[in-house]
């Protein structure tokens, strides 16, 4: 086949972590009206769209991916009418702005969480996922994506609610057809707003398989792409055939052999992000760069796509190390050779390529010297893990700070 022309397959994105890449009033927070500022960097830089992480009201305790209102702005970012500015400013310099879509899950401070814990009878209950249970026995041994159980008591009304990441991110049940109609109201109101798409977080997770079902290998497999995922992500593609947007979903545990489904003719999304090639969720030390598996990796997505769908290509985003750090020699001597290997490796794959902020001026992991200095919800754990298997906190924080996505967080270095 030819590929169809599409705005987004002839463009470079760029991901910004909004309060790390440029402070514009000093309260040491980055914020829209920074990003606003750096507007014709970014054109001189030669990208077509910026994909924004969440900007959303939030308690923060997943850096911004816990959402306590879909339609608002957090205060130290700015203000909804600093946002249209920032749109209007992208669009006259020739950018188009994609949001970050978080719908697997929100915050237990929204107030549809607020009102489901009241109790069963009430209307916002079934926007949530429910089990009765005692205290005493969880209602299956499915573990979290950042570690322990899945499962968190609630005793006023004597049910467990399901959370794939943090307790505090309660996640949305996708079988109520209300929750799903406020979701699609919710995502018209933004695309009628003018932005140009979404990235679509932890996507690959809104389908759940049945309690009974026990995990594989793969600790996350009960809640990773199940059968029947493709009923709702029909429905939400749907809502985005009604606009000319780019659709980016992050799909862990879809495989090369999957993707033509997921970004095909027929497919849920224009570009997957796939984890083949990135150990997202590792946490181990990295060892010698095994060249061979990292090329395999690529090379299978290229070729499962080739002429059915097509990549996004990226070595970094805000949820691990940087890939100078992790795939590079951070020498004096080889760093510079390393962070343009890097960006030729990857810019001359078939797909759309997306530079992570700092990742141009080849940024390298930060020199963490205490778990103090880490914010990310998963470090914090692992660290109190290790301590627990043994390690002294001199091991620990060692192993931590090579591993955490705070390595991707550091300031945007200006100067």
Same mark, same amino acid.
């Given at each position: 086949m030819t590929y169809a022309k599409a705005w987004w397959k002839e463009a470079v994105g760029y991901q910004i972590y909004p309060a790390s890449f440029k402070d514009s009033n000093g309260d040491g927070i980055g914020d829209l009206n920074g990003i606003r500022e750096k507007i014709p960097y970014l054109k001189d830089l030669g990208i077509g769209f910026i994909w924004i992480n969440p900007i959303y009201p939030s308690?923060?305790?997943?850096?911004?991916?816990?959402?306590?209102?879909?339609?608002?702005?957090? %205060? #130290?970012? %700015?203000?909804?009418?600093?946002?249209?500015?920032?749109?209007?400013?992208?669009?006259?310099?020739?950018i188009k702005i994609i949001m970050d879509l978080v719908i697997n899950h929100s915050s237990d401070q929204h107030e549809w969480f607020i009102e489901a814990k009241k109790s069963k009878e009430n209307p916002y209950h079934d926007y949530y996922i429910?089990?009765?249970?005692?205290?005493?026995?969880?209602p299956n041994e499915w573990q979290s994506i950042f570690g322990g159980s899945v499962w968190e008591y609630e005793p006023e009304i004597q049910q467990y609610y399901l959370h794939i990441f943090a307790k505090e991110q309660?996640?949305?049940?996708?079988?109520s057809t209300q929750l799903k109609n406020e979701l699609f109201t919710m995502i018209r109101w933004w695309l009628d707003k003018g932005?140009?798409?979404?990235?679509?977080?932890?996507?690959?997770?809104? *389908?759940?398989?049945?309690?009974?079902? *026990?995990?594989?290998?793969n600790p996350f497999s009960p809640f990773?792409?199940?059968?029947?995922?493709?009923?709702?992500?029909?429905?939400?593609?749907?809502?985005?055939?009604?606009?000319?947007?780019?659709t980016v979903g992050?799909?862990?545990?879809?495989?090369?052999?999957?993707?033509?489904?997921?970004? %095909?003719?027929? %497919?849920?999304f224009d570009m997957i992000f796939e984890f083949d090639h990135i150990s997202i969720w590792k946490h181990e030390k990295e060892g010698e760069l095994d060249v061979l598996q990292l090329k #395999?990796?690529?090379?299978?997505?290229?070729?499962?796509?080739?002429? #059915?769908g097509w990549n996004a290509l990226y070595m970094e985003n805000h949820d691990v190390p940087r890939s100078v750090s992790v795939f590079g020699d951070t020498s004096e001597e080889f760093w510079a050779i390393s962070a343009k290997a890097i960006a030729m490796m990857y810019f001359f794959l078939q797909g759309t390529p997306f530079i992570?902020?700092?990742?141009?001026i080849g940024m390298t992991n930060a020199p963490f010297t205490s778990i103090e200095e880490i914010d990310a919800v998963d470090s914090k754990r692992l660290f109190r893990q290790l301590i627990q298997e043994g390690k002294s906190e001199a091991e620990a924080l060692d192993i931590v700070a090579d591993t955490t996505r705070d390595n991707g967080r550091t300031p945007m270095q200006w100067s």
């Open positions: 308690p923060f305790i997943d850096n911004g991916y816990d959402i306590s209102d879909y339609q608002g702005i957090l %205060g #130290k970012f %700015g203000t909804m009418e600093d946002f249209d500015l920032l749109l209007a400013e992208a669009h006259q310099a020739g429910w089990v009765d249970g005692i205290p005493e026995e969880k309660p996640d949305l049940n996708w079988e932005i140009d798409g979404f990235r679509l977080d932890a996507i690959s997770h809104v *389908k759940k398989d049945k309690y009974s079902v *026990k995990a594989t290998e990773q792409n199940v059968s029947g995922i493709e009923e709702h992500l029909n429905e939400l593609k749907d809502v985005f055939d009604e606009y000319d947007i780019l992050e799909a862990s545990g879809v495989t090369a052999e999957e993707g033509p489904e997921w970004v %095909g003719p027929d %497919g849920y #395999k990796a690529l090379s299978d997505w290229q070729t499962s796509l080739d002429g #059915k992570y902020q700092g990742q141009e």
